[in-house]
């Protein structure tokens, strides 16, 4: 097994070839030619003088530039940092600025929004060269422009910087966020990656001449991971999907004959209930693995009896964890697949422990830690959180809570951290309060995740109004909708006197979490 993406991206096009390793539209290119591009866009980064263990920062959409972008920075033996394509333009920033980025390769205007005038109008210091793979903006240069640079630097000089890269260097950072409200960057190696989706690839059956619509997104180790760089270890055909639309995809199965889809449960949940499935030839599918929130027993069924995928799979992981710890086996039955995230991955050490550390019997709930070669680095340049989360004898502390059985698999039951997840994407509450302090009129916050029968889990804001202020449900729903991302916007608001908190201040959750029950039962 190669230990570096370099090495990786030469060995499948020697191995590969002309086969097709990437179709977006009326773009495919092979493995030998997505080395080549990818070569081309390392030159044009030295010719900039890119320096080893440089940040490049990503905010864009999936398509086919974005590899080959991050390919060259890694070749160049830099990392690339994802950022989520529902950032505002302040959010963006403030990662931007955290890892000091002087590069970022993004787009014009996508489904309404500019990215790259969002950033202009940020602080962004560091940030000297704004990359477009479609789309004007003022001060920002083109892709093609921007691999028209790679002349000016031998393919010879790229080729030695990418033999350079190692095993233990840092590929990318990938932000997620704590109970502090700061999003933090978590740093995986380039061996990290390769050998955890080594095995996932390995177990879910990824192979050669799968053609694999990557409908998660990039920035998220679902869409990168356990997606493009996957299709490059296997031989698959990667195919972007910039956006989840369900007509679309269902036209894309069956143009496309697509065998593999991961996905989110809502997006099989939107398949299932479109009145024109069985217009669509969707006989190609064969694999998907499904979690990012509750999978119904009866999903994994009609996934099965309805959807025709012959190998069903739940997981489980964290950024932290370079995005998997456990995963599901292709012959487990769908109550196992539905109601556990399946057993840890070979050489992976797991526990779930008691308040004191002590490890929990089997069948008792307890705080999952993990140990082993796919915990993360630490947090970029945040050494107190890097001690926080992983202690003295390597345990990452995940702040979840399951139960394990005898077998060996993990169901989790709560999250110490009371993050909630939204159509896939985590919602950490403590962020999402930061940001509602910012608005004007708004003296208390808390946030917490409430059910939705379509997104799975949806946030429920309870706000306090500043003396002689006045707020209202719906103009704290506008508020958040220009200031943070989608999924981070609060689907209800509650406007309340006061927060029930205990004798040290700390509100307590539980209790709103019975209000909330309360009034969505009314």
Not at 108 to 136: C, K, M, W
Not at 312 to 317: E, L, P
Request: net charge negative; with cysteine.
């Amino acid at each position: 097994m190669e230990t570096t993406i370099p090495r990786l991206l030469w060995a499948s096009a020697a191995r590969f070839g002309d086969a097709p390793a990437v179709e977006d539209g009326a773009t495919t290119l092979s493995f030998a030619e997505l080395a080549d591009a990818g070569l081309r866009a390392a030159r044009a980064l030295l010719t900039q003088g890119f320096e080893p263990g440089e940040r490049v920062a990503l905010w864009a959409p999936n398509r086919w530039e974005w590899i080959v972008a991050a390919l060259g920075v890694q070749l160049a033996g830099g990392a690339i940092v994802t950022l989520n394509t529902r950032y505002k333009g302040g959010e963006a920033a403030y990662q931007i600025n955290k890892c000091r980025t002087r590069w970022v390769f993004t787009v014009g205007d996508f489904l309404g929004f500019h990215y790259a005038d969002a950033l202009r109008a940020e602080d962004t210091p560091s940030l000297e060269h704004v990359v477009l793979f479609d789309g004007e903006a003022e001060g920002a240069m083109g892709f093609d422009t921007f691999l028209g640079g790679a002349d000016a630097t031998s393919e010879g000089d790229a080729r030695a910087r990418a033999e350079a890269v190692g095993p233990d260097d840092v590929a990318d950072i990938i932000f997620t966020s704590g109970t502090t409200g700061l999003p933090k960057g978590v740093m995986a190696s380039h061996a990290q990656n390769l050998r955890t989706f080594d095995v996932w690839s390995g177990v879910v059956g990824l192979r050669e001449g799968d053609r694999y619509l990557i409908v998660n997104p990039f920035f998220h180790t679902f869409g990168y991971k356990a997606g493009w760089l996957a299709c490059l270890m296997r031989g698959a055909t990667a195919l972007p999907e910039a956006a989840f639309d369900v007509d679309t995809v269902l036209e894309r199965i069956s143009k496309k004959r697509i065998s593999v889809l991961p996905g989110t449960p809502t997006l099989f949940q939107s398949l299932l209930a479109h009145p024109k499935l069985a217009n669509h030839d969707i006989s190609s599918l064969r694999m998907c693995s499904t979690g990012g929130a509750a999978v119904p027993v009866e999903l994994v069924r009609r996934m099965r009896d309805e959807l025709g995928f012959e190998t069903v799979v739940t997981a489980y992981g964290l950024t932290e964890s370079t995005g998997l710890v456990t995963v599901c086996h292709p012959g487990d039955d769908p109550e196992l697949i539905a109601t556990t995230c399946g057993r840890p991955i070979p050489e992976i050490e797991v526990r779930c422990v008691d308040a004191d550390g002590n490890e929990t019997p089997r069948g008792e709930p307890g705080e999952v830690w993990v140990r082993g070669y796919n915990v993360m680095q630490g947090y970029f340049e945040e050494e107190e959180a890097t001690r926080e989360a992983l202690d003295a004898d390597g345990w990452l502390h995940t702040g979840d809570v399951a139960v394990m059985d005898e077998r060996g698999y993990l169901a989790i039951t709560d999250r110490i951290k009371d993050m909630f997840i939204m159509g896939g994407f985590n919602c950490y509450p403590a962020e999402i309060e930061s940001l509602l302090f910012e608005m004007e009129g708004v003296a208390q916050a808390a946030v917490i995740g409430v059910p939705d029968a379509r997104m799975g889990e949806v946030g429920m804001a309870f706000v306090v109004p500043a003396p002689g202020a006045t707020l209202s449900s719906e103009g704290v729903v506008a508020w958040a909708r220009e200031h943070m991302a989608n999924f981070k916007v609060p689907r209800h608001v509650v406007v309340a006197d006061t927060l029930p908190m205990n004798a040290s201040g700390k509100v307590l959750k539980n209790e709103l979490r019975a209000e909330a029950e309360r009034r969505l039962d009314s």
